[in-house]
């Protein structure tokens, strides 16, 4: 009997199985991800799967590097069909790696095919999905995946046009200020037209970001997010950020730390005012590469987890807001080394919580591992599940990714007698979709 793939998948109890099936078929809140709303709202054609697969991954890219596939078919001119071809050559050197599982679901469940990738069935599979797309859009496959909300990753002074409700599916913004805290002039200039406000100090500005976020609000917004390598390392007073940002265009660097910390806390606050729940990404270093980053730009493979930040400097953010003026706040830390102690500290701040294994640890044991640190630390009861965090339209197999190593990690306590299949199933649903759900009502 062929296993490979097959729809016990990553369950092995029947406990596992049972819970599975509780959950398999909800719908999706898709809380974080960097889709580009512009394609759901023209209902955009997807005519080949080299391009859909290929066109934006830095994940497949980074893969297709470590294997020592030429640039030419990563980011350079090659067709889409010599990219497929050569990422096809190189997954069976992916054991283990969570692209394995994700190529082999997608191929499964959007276009019916269920074959190993691999040099030998690249051109077939690659004909046979091709023929799928004929009849797929954007928003067909999404309506496929059962995918009942999306957040988009939005700066402030985007326009969010297309961020609007298409049949079942609602579309809605992220409010995303990492540009802002670049201190750049024609930034500041850009935010206060927008914003319909004259940019000429400290209080002007929070003016146009306070306009800003109600007009993001207006359009459906729920979520703010802060990508960073590390927390801020001081934090400026009212008065001391009123002038530096005096003269923002010739802050040093320790400077642009103290005024950045100072915003952080201001627009968290605004963001509890506002029932905006905020995520915030760090231990990261981006562009380590910097002769590719030259070549591919940002976002092409080529970030690494860090060391940073510390417990404490994680605490000295926190410590900034009363648990009052918090917003509900969601932690990923793409440095799992230290998970236990920033999953202990959700219990001394109210509204803090630990979010999904995150980017390079969305892998199998990295997930284990998330479960089971925010379940022994933590409260994994009203974790938030999962997210795309992703670019590409067919990434929403990683929901079932998830859903299977979730119900396999509680199906085995409730095998081993130590947890009851009836909380069981309760909690498992509420991970997988009520918890998100009542968070983006």
Not at 147 to 167: M, N, Q, R
Not at 182 to 206: P, Q, R
Not at 276 to 303: E, P, W, Y
Not at 355 to 360: M, N, P, V
Request: charged share 25%; aromatic share 12%.
């Amino acid at each position: 009997m062929n296993k490979f793939f097959d729809d016990n998948l990553l369950l092995y109890s029947n406990e596992a199985k049972a819970l599975y099936s509780s959950v398999k078929s909800l719908p999706i809140v898709d809380y974080h991800c960097h889709l580009d709303q512009t394609k759901i709202a023209s209902n955009a054609k997807i005519l080949n799967i080299g391009e859909l697969w290929l066109a934006g991954d830095h994940y497949k890219w980074r893969a297709m590097r470590l294997n020592g596939v030429d640039e030419y078919f990563i980011t350079g001119k090659a067709s889409y069909k010599e990219k497929f071809i050569k990422y096809a050559e190189i997954v069976p050197n992916l054991i283990g790696n969570a692209l394995y599982y994700w190529t082999h679901l997608e191929l499964k469940q959007i276009f019916g095919i269920d074959m190993p990738l691999n040099k030998d069935t690249a051109e077939e599979v690659y004909n046979l999905a091709n023929e799928k797309l004929k009849s797929v859009t954007v928003q067909s496959l999404l309506n496929d995946f059962n995918v009942e909300f999306i957040a988009t990753t939005d700066d402030p002074i985007d326009s969010l046009l297309d961020h609007k409700t298409y049949g079942n599916l609602t579309v809605s913004p992220t409010f995303r200020p990492d540009k802002l805290f670049n201190f750049e002039k024609s930034y500041i200039e850009k935010l206060g037209e927008v914003a319909n406000v004259k940019i000429d100090g400290l209080d002007s500005l929070l003016v146009a970001l306070g306009n800003r976020l109600d007009y993001f609000v207006s359009k459906g917004c729920r979520m703010a997010d802060h990508g960073m390598n590390t927390f801020p390392t001081a934090y400026a007073t009212k008065e001391v950020a009123t002038e530096l940002f005096g003269r923002y265009e010739s802050l040093l660097d320790c400077e642009k730390e103290s005024l950045k910390g100072y915003l952080l806390v201001w627009l968290n606050k605004e963001y509890a005012k506002r029932n905006i729940t905020v995520q915030l990404h760090f231990a990261v270093i981006r562009n380590v590469n910097l002769d590719m980053f030259k070549v591919c730009g940002v976002d092409s493979g080529f970030d690494v987890i860090s060391e940073l930040p510390t417990v404490e400097n994680v605490l000295t953010f926190l410590q900034q807001i009363s648990d009052s003026e918090r917003p509900n706040t969601i932690l990923y830390t793409l440095n799992d080394g230290n998970l236990s102690s920033i999953a202990c500290l959700t219990g001394a701040f109210r509204k803090v919580k630990m979010g999904a294994a995150w980017w390079l640890n969305d892998t199998v044991e990295g997930i284990r591992r998330n479960l089971k640190i925010i379940s022994e630390y933590s409260s994994l009861g009203n974790n938030l599940g999962m997210l795309t965090d992703s670019r590409s339209f067919s990434s929403y197999c990683r929901f079932d990714f998830f859903r299977r190593l979730l119900c396999d990690y509680v199906g085995n306590l409730v095998e081993k007698g130590e947890y009851d299949i009836g909380s069981a199933t309760t909690l498992v649903q509420n991970i997988c979709y009520y918890n998100a759900k009542n968070m983006v009502k």
